[in-house]
């Protein structure tokens, strides 16, 4: 399977009724604009990869809207992932088929797990990925797994749950902390380290980046890791003004530079 050469920084949409928001804890849903728009600014800032999330398919059990991921691989100029609604191997195929690179499996991946590994047969490994929504419970504040938009726990520990999707044939692990999302607070090092040492497949996390130095230092502390992030590139400025924004070459070039696998 092939790895990840270097760092990524990936913006992650988030859709709902076919429009971009942006949401705080998974709650609070905020309209920010047209997703299609969001993409064609983020082909002409040359972004690495792109994430977008249906956040109701899964909720309403709705199939993924095949006419917007259609729309959104025509417009890309940058590699895909969608996520939102996927339940069958047939749903990972036709997504595919209309030009995105990977598929985002979440809630499917715990209630279907053999799902990814005939996902995997039918498109290759490379192109799905286990999306791993997480937050802290209980008096220990204990990392546990949640699907259905952060409503419902699953009983996994997020490490456990990573080693468990990469053999069933997982070809990417995202790690998104529910806590973090929408806070802008840094990333959740804590729970990146732990996932990060279950597994070797390459790995995406999502939820906390408010400046480009969590950034710098996520990737300086863990070198090839994807470094995804939704309000830092959809928001500008401390009163939150809607500005899609993205690190110019030479600043992203700063960013990564010297980090470990990148030297």
Known sequence: MPRMLRPRIIPCLLVKNGGL????????????????????????????ELVVVD???????????????????????????????????DQVEKI????????????????????????????????????????????????????????????????EFARRAEALGAGEIVVNNI???????????ELI???????SLPMSVLGGAGSLNDIRDLVHKFGIIGAAAGSLFVFKGKYRAVLINYPGRAEKDALLLNSKGNT
């Open 96 to 159: 595919i088929s209309l030009g995105v690179e990977k598929v985002a499996i979440g809630a499917a991946a715990v209630k279907t797990p053999e799902l990814i590994s005939e996902a995997a047969i039918r498109v290759g490994n490379q192109s799905i990925v286990v999306v791993l929504d997480v937050k802290k419970v209980g008096l220990f504040r204990r990392y546990e797994v949640f699907i259905q938009n952060g409503t419902l726990g699953t009983g996994f520990e997020p490490a």
């Open 55 to 89: 956040i109701d398919a899964t909720m309403h059990n709705r199939a993924p809207n095949y006419t917007l991921i259609a729309n959104l691989a025509a417009e890309c100029r940058m590699p895909l992932c969608y996520g939102g609604g996927v339940t069958s191997v």
């Open 179 to 189: 806590d973090r999302d929408g806070e802008m607070s840094g990333y959740d090092l």
């Open 193 to 199: 380290s732990r996932v990060r040492d279950a597994t």
């Open 21 to 48: 928001v942006k949401t705080v804890r998974f709650g609070e849903p905020k309209y920010v604009g047209d997703p299609i728009n969001a993409v064609r600014i983020f082909n002409e800032k040359e972004v690495d």
